[in-house]
């Protein structure tokens, strides 16, 4: 049997974040999906080449597409509702790789000062990041 | 740690861990890429978008290059199939009889659909497009 110091008993939050982990990630590949079906809807199959597809795909924002066959980017590319379809991504994603971050960190480094004091760096660069992040989805 | 033995990677690749551990070590790193990858590109994007920065911009024309656009699209997809592999056999333990299985099936998957685009884009790289 194995024994280390630096196993300790998980808390709640900790089973939350295995769950949000878990969902978040699938929900991260439907909105991919939901992605490519919308941009063949709108007209990607002849005004998208491959590569725009999959920046539309990773996501969609209207700079990802601008350099594209599209007549109009504001006719279903550039609109409200992709706005906010890429917040809810950004939350997902931004929150789904910090906390595989925050793992990373965790299972290579084990001086709890250090541990906590990068943790609360995670959480600065998180909400940082989504700030950084709305900003640039609206100002696109 | 514990028995403080130090084994080499490969060694544990070879021994027991074989492509389960591989999976492993390669969700990490795609992991760790996309987070370094898309944290860049969102604050130079922020920069160039807000303040015209050339510093910026040249940094983003970097991710258009085809041979960086091979790898992000092997650590997108790559983490996606594996994570969707793991969240299916965290919610459905009992699937765990068939790891191996699941890891074959989605490797399978996983050739076909990042060569096929990779082919294309080198194609079009090579031929000029």
Redesign the interface.
């Known amino acids: 049997m194995?024994?280390?110091p630096s196993v300790r008993p998980r808390g709640p939050f900790e089973y939350g974040m295995w769950w949000f982990t878990?969902?978040s990630?699938?929900a991260?590949?439907l909105f991919?999906a939901v992605s490519l079906g919308a941009a063949f809807v709108l007209g990607g199959r002849t005004q998208l080449?491959?590569?725009a597809v999959?920046r539309w795909i990773?996501f969609p924002n209207p700079?990802h597409v601008i350099n594209s066959d599209i007549p109009d980017i504001e006719q279903g590319w550039s609109n409200t509702f992709w706005q906010i379809y890429s917040m809810v991504m950004i939350f997902l994603?931004a929150g789904h790789?910090?906390n595989?971050?925050r793992m990373?960190i965790e299972d290579y480094i084990t001086r709890p000062l250090l541990v906590r004091i990068l943790r609360v760096t995670l959480l600065v660069l998180w909400l940082g990041?989504m700030v950084?992040?709305v900003?640039?989805i609206l100002?696109? | 740690m514990t028995l403080n033995r130090r084994v080499s990677i490969w060694a544990g690749l070879r021994y027991k861990g074989k492509l389960g551990m591989a999976n492993w070590i390669l969700h990490r790193i795609t992991g760790l890429g996309i987070v370094l990858f898309v944290g860049m590109h969102i604050i130079v994007g922020f920069f160039g978008q807000s303040f015209g920065s050339d510093a910026a911009f040249a940094i983003n024309a970097i991710y258009e290059s085809w041979g960086f656009q091979l790898f992000v699209y092997f650590s997108v997809l790559f983490h996606a199939f594996n994570g969707s592999r793991l969240a299916l056999m965290d919610i459905f333990p009992g699937l765990i009889r068939f790891q191996r299985e699941l890891i074959w099936l989605q490797w399978l998957i996983f050739i076909p659909v990042y060569g096929l685009p990779s082919f294309i884009m080198l194609q079009n790289t090579l031929t000029g497009v």
């Open positions: 194995q024994s280390s878990r969902l990630g699938l991260l590949i991919g080449d491959m590569p999959f990773f700079n994603a790789g910090f595989g971050l990373v990041g950084v992040a900003f640039v100002a696109s």
